[in-house]
C-alpha cells in the first residue's frame, strides 16, 4: 500500500492486508505501480469484504474513508455498485486532490469516477482529480478554485456527463477557464487506450 498520512487510523488498519494482485484490478487495465500508488485492493474483512477497496484522502493526505466496488462475480445489492462507509459526504472532497494539488500549476484534469483517474494517472497526468459522481457540489468547486485557475473537463460520453459539463459552465465559467474534453457516445477516460488518452489530452 501507498504510504499515508491517516485520520482514522482503524481504517488504516483494515485497509493492511488489501490484495493488490486482484484479476478484477489487472482486468481494469491498472499495472501494478498505478495500484500501490493509489493503495487499493480486494478486501477480505470489515464493511468492504468482498470487494476492491479504493482510500479515500482529503486534500491534505490524510485518510478519511474508502469506497468498496462490487466486483463482477459479487451479489447484487440495492446500494449500487459503491459502498460508502456510514457519515462519510463525498461533496466535501476530490478523489486524488492530495496528489493532483503538486501538478496543478498548469491546470487540473476533473473526471468522475475513481477508475478513470487512477486510468489517466497511470498515463502520466498526475494532474488528475475525480468528483465521485456525475455532479460536482459547491464545496467541490471551492475545492478547485482554490488549487488552480483552469480546469479540462473529461466526463463519459453520456447524457449524465453531458449535464455535468453544463453544471461547470453554469457555475464557474466566470470564474475559471475551462475546456471540455469530449468523448464520443458510449466512450469513459478507463477504458480508453494511452493513444486515445494521449490524442485528447496531449
Same mark, same amino acid.
Given at each position: 500500500?501507498?504510504?499515508?498520512?491517516?485520520?482514522?487510523?482503524?481504517l488504516?488498519?483494515?485497509?493492511?492486508?488489501l *490484495?493488490?494482485?486482484? /484479476?478484477?484490478l489487472? $482486468?481494469? #487495465?491498472?499495472t !501494478?505501480?498505478?495500484?500501490k500508488? &493509489?493503495g487499493?485492493?480486494?478486501?477480505?474483512?470489515?464493511?468492504?469484504?468482498g470487494?476492491?477497496?479504493i482510500?479515500?484522502?482529503?486534500?491534505?493526505?490524510?485518510?478519511v474513508?474508502?469506497?468498496?466496488?462490487?466486483i463482477?462475480?459479487?451479489?447484487a445489492?440495492?446500494?449500487?455498485k459503491?459502498?460508502?462507509?456510514?457519515?462519510?459526504?463525498?461533496?466535501f472532497?476530490?478523489? *486524488?486532490l492530495?496528489? /493532483?494539488?503538486?501538478? $496543478?500549476? #498548469?491546470?487540473? !484534469?476533473?473526471?468522475?469516477?475513481? &477508475?478513470?483517474?487512477m486510468?489517466?494517472?497511470?498515463?502520466?497526468?498526475?494532474?488528475?482529480?475525480?468528483?465521485?459522481?456525475?455532479?460536482?457540489?459547491?464545496?467541490?468547486?471551492?475545492?478547485?478554485?482554490?488549487?488552480?485557475?483552469?480546469?479540462a473537463?473529461?466526463?463519459?460520453?453520456?447524457?449524465a456527463?453531458?449535464?455535468?459539463?453544463r453544471?461547470?459552465?453554469?457555475?464557474l465559467?466566470?470564474?475559471?477557464?475551462?475546456k471540455e474534453?469530449q468523448l464520443a457516445?458510449?466512450?469513459?477516460?478507463?477504458?480508453?487506450?494511452?493513444?486515445?488518452i494521449?490524442?485528447?489530452l496531449?
Amino acid at each position: 500500500m501507498a504510504e499515508v498520512r491517516s485520520a482514522n487510523p482503524s481504517l488504516e488498519r483494515e485497509l493492511r492486508d488489501l *490484495n493488490p494482485d486482484h /484479476a478484477y484490478l489487472v $482486468a481494469r #487495465g491498472l499495472t !501494478i505501480p498505478t495500484i500501490k500508488t &493509489f493503495g487499493v485492493g480486494y478486501c477480505k474483512r470489515g464493511l468492504m469484504r468482498g470487494r476492491i477497496a479504493i482510500p479515500i484522502h482529503d486534500e491534505h493526505g490524510d485518510l478519511v474513508a474508502y469506497a468498496g466496488r462490487a466486483i463482477e462475480n459479487a451479489p447484487a445489492e440495492p446500494t449500487g455498485k459503491y459502498r460508502l462507509p456510514d457519515g462519510f459526504k463525498k461533496s466535501f472532497v476530490l478523489f *486524488n486532490l492530495h496528489r /493532483a494539488r503538486e501538478h $496543478a500549476s #498548469g491546470g487540473l !484534469i476533473v473526471v468522475e469516477g475513481f &477508475f478513470d483517474a487512477m486510468k489517466l494517472h497511470q498515463a502520466g497526468h498526475e494532474n488528475v482529480v475525480a468528483l465521485m459522481g456525475s455532479t460536482v457540489s459547491r464545496e467541490q468547486e471551492e475545492l478547485l478554485a482554490a488549487h488552480t485557475d483552469r480546469l479540462a473537463l473529461m466526463f463519459d460520453g453520456d447524457e449524465a456527463g453531458v449535464a455535468c459539463v453544463r453544471q461547470f459552465y453554469g457555475h464557474l465559467r466566470t470564474r475559471l477557464f475551462l475546456k471540455e474534453v469530449q468523448l464520443a457516445t458510449g466512450e469513459q477516460p478507463d477504458s480508453l487506450p494511452l493513444e486515445r488518452i494521449r490524442a485528447l489530452l496531449g
